[in-house]
């Protein structure tokens, strides 16, 4: 029975980002926003900002009635995204990163003789001072040693900014009986209010049931996992297997053109195409959607194409049957457009090619990949790709490569 996991999230990170980068700012209440317009809203702010009543999703009008002073600075996602990856190089000097939970958390596994409580926090003390020293001296950290990842992240959660939390199997259940059902991760509003119909009103009494209560109330084996979490057992949640790999994008005014959705179309298939041969599958299907603009005051049904790929790892496979099912889609002006691969075989099953061609295709798309990791992901790309760079967003649970350059400074190259 020891400490297993070390989460670490970063406190207000975008903010302080930017109060990293500027001295302006530090010390300054500071509002993160994608867009500088009243009706917009706060994505990040200080702790300067936090103690004047502004919060995450506050809009602006409301922040600067509340906080006069807030400096409301554009968000910068891909300067988050350089910080996000030097964060991780830093950390790795001290543990090795296990989950990569979102741009500003991740958690690291404790080898055996790192896990008695003075040595484990002996080192979340050396990296958070690492940080600090070699990542950015305004940036802080929170961070929580526990037997399992939830526990952690609680302890994590526990003490901000900058704190530094144990919670051991002899802390349990005591440590968090002062949480609220919410405070735990994975409990929202849905769940606490199935949890209060089932007469579990604190987590005091959820750690007070019994097993088949929880998973009664869960309604399967999750429950039974809160049970063992709760007590600072680990387990496993047996991965599923993914069935598809798709992304989908909002056209902006300027790209909603036959020309401009097609390049959109193709990134995102190429995209698509990258992520999947990341994570080893071999798509069977290729499925295209494009839903149009309003006609007349009313949407025209979405339109939705599916191809059969056989088993395809390629970009130029996929990008071919996508230029077969673009042009069937009806003449309408494209507002969202949707590329997913579907019907994913998992490469111990999947049938490799036959025919040294396709083979040399999949060689080729995997290099790209490589060098796409390395130089930036518009590193190099499709010719017909080209001026159809689509904004970079951060998404929940995963961290896109940081660009490195932009397609002039690199002098991208154009392939396929
Ligand atoms: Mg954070």
């Not at 349990?172 to 609220?180: K, Q, R, V």
């Not at 606490?192 to 007070?208: K, M, S």
């Not at 600072?232 to 994008?249: K, N, S």
Request: glycine letters at 8%.
């Amino acid at each position: 029975m020891a400490l297993r996991l070390l989460f670490l999230d970063m406190n207000a990170y975008f903010a302080s980002v930017e109060q990293q980068d500027n001295p302006d700012l530090r010390g300054r209440p500071v509002g993160v926003v994608p867009v500088d317009v009243d009706s917009s809203c706060c994505i990040a702010c200080s702790y300067e900002a936090r103690a004047a009543g502004v919060r995450t999703g506050t809009r602006v009008s409301e922040a600067r009635r509340r906080c006069p002073g807030i400096a409301l600075v554009r968000a910068r996602p891909e300067r988050y995204i350089e910080i996000h990856h030097r964060i991780v190089a830093t950390v790795e000097k001290h543990l090795p990163v296990e989950t990569v939970h979102s741009v500003d958390e991740m958690s690291c596994r404790l080898m055996r003789n790192e896990r008695e409580p003075a040595d484990a926090v002996a080192i979340a003390r050396r990296m958070k001072q690492a940080i600090y020293d070699g990542v950015g001296g305004h940036l802080r950290c929170s961070v929580g040693l526990a037997p399992n990842v939830l526990l952690a992240k609680v302890a994590c959660e526990m003490h901000k900014p900058d704190g530094l939390t144990v919670i051991d199997h002899g802390d349990l259940p005591g440590a968090l009986h002062h949480l609220a059902l919410r405070d735990l991760p994975g409990i929202a509003r849905r769940m606490e209010a199935r949890l209060r119909a089932a007469g579990v009103e604190t987590v005091a009494d959820l750690c007070a049931r019994p097993k088949a209560d929880l998973r009664r109330i869960w309604g399967g084996i999750v429950g039974e996992r809160w049970w063992h979490w709760l007590r600072g057992d680990e387990t496993y949640l047996a991965p599923t297997r993914r069935r598809c790999v798709g992304h989908e994008h909002v056209l902006p005014p300027h790209l909603r053109t036959d020309h401009g959705a097609w390049g959109v179309a193709l990134h995102l298939a190429c995209r698509a195409a990258m992520r999947m041969r990341k994570l080893r599958y071999w798509a069977t299907h290729l499925h295209l959607f494009v839903r149009p603009m309003k006609e007349n005051g009313v949407f025209p049904p979405l339109w939705e194409g599916k191809a059969r790929l056989g088993s395809v790892q390629d970009t130029p496979a996929i990008v071919e049957k996508l230029r077969t099912l673009w042009a069937q889609r009806p003449p309408r002006r494209p507002m969202i457009v949707g590329v997913s691969l579907t019907g994913l075989i998992p490469d111990r099953s999947a049938t490799r090619p036959l025919f040294p061609g396709e083979r040399r295709r999949v060689e080729l798309s995997r290099a790209v990949d490589t060098i796409n990791e390395r130089h930036g992901p518009n590193a190099v790309y499709f010719g017909s790709m080209h001026g159809m760079a689509v904004p970079l967003r951060i998404p929940f649970g995963g961290v896109p490569e940081v660009p490195r350059a932009t397609h002039a400074d690199l002098g991208s190259t154009a392939a396929g």
